[in-house]
């Protein structure tokens, strides 16, 4: 069974760019995945910031962008702000109507 | 505005049955499909399941295929998921969320907005 593969962890200083990244544990990923991004906090719904590999969803502040890095979607960060520490998760569109979600990343902003 | 809002979540025993249902409003509701994603105490996000905007296609992970059932009904703009045979490792908030597969007009493939999500507890 494929996994979408995530950084378990990552740390960027305020002010600082970061990328998190969205792979296969079997293959690469391409726009085909259509892959999104979503952002939680503890106790908190998740919210949409990129979908279809760059497009941000409304309302979701440009230092959020999405593209395509080697074999793997990208989330970038760039500007980091305290309330940007919080868990991510990618989802890739696995066709045949699955969509699977990557184990999420703990981004830390310190 | 778009909403989402969950009900018929709550304590249940292994092997007992549950019924969530996601009522949706600001969006017409049969032009979009509709998932049901979850997460476990302390664990990230997992999709569960998925239908098609008229209803005609459904679409399960592995994990609950042939003990939860998916449905909805557009005259009243709601989201359902039937779980039977529930299991200590279904513990878990349930998300309803809009998107992540095909109406008759398009396709989605992610998700735009969410429910608040409701706790469903399996244990004896």
Same mark, same amino acid.
């Not at chain 1, 979908?51 to 760059?54: A, D, E, L, P």
């Not at chain 1, 309302?59 to 230092?63: K, N």
């Not at chain 2, 045979?85 to 279904?90: C, K, M, P």
């Given at each position: 069974q494929t996994v979408v593969t995530q950084e378990p962890a990552l740390s960027v200083s305020p002010g600082g760019t970061v990328t998190l990244t969205c792979g296969l544990s079997s293959g690469s990923v391409s726009t085909r995945y259509y892959p999104s991004w979503y952002q939680q906090t503890p106790g908190q719904a998740p919210r949409t910031l990129i979908?279809? /590999?760059?497009t941000r969803s409304s309302?979701?502040? &440009? $230092?959020f962008s999405g593209s395509m890095f080697g074999n793997k979607a990208a989330l970038t960060i760039t500007g980091a702000q305290a309330d940007d520490e919080s868990d991510y998760y990618c989802v890739l569109y696995m066709g045949n109507g699955i969509v699977v979600f990557g184990g999420g990343t703990k981004l830390t902003v310190l | 505005e778009v909403q989402l809002l969950e009900s018929g979540g709550g304590l249940v025993q292994p092997g007992g049955s549950l019924r969530l249902s996601c009522a949706a409003s600001g +969006? /017409? +509701?049969?032009?979009y499909a509709m998932s049901w994603v979850r997460q476990a105490p302390g664990k990230g996000l997992q999709w569960v399941s998925a239908i098609s905007g008229l209803g005609g296609s459904t679409y399960y992970a592995d994990s609950v295929k042939g003990r939860f059932t998916i449905s909805r009904d557009n005259s009243k703009n709601t989201l359902y998921l039937q779980m039977n045979?529930? $299991?200590?490792? &279904?513990t878990a908030v349930y998300y309803c969320a809009k998107g992540g597969g095909c109406s008759s007009a398009s396709c989605q493939y992610s998700f735009d907005y969410w429910g608040q999500g409701m706790l469903v507890t399996v244990s004896s």
């Open positions: 979908y279809s /590999t760059n309302g979701v502040p &440009d $230092r | +969006f /017409t +509701f049969s032009s045979s529930l $299991r200590a490792e &279904d």
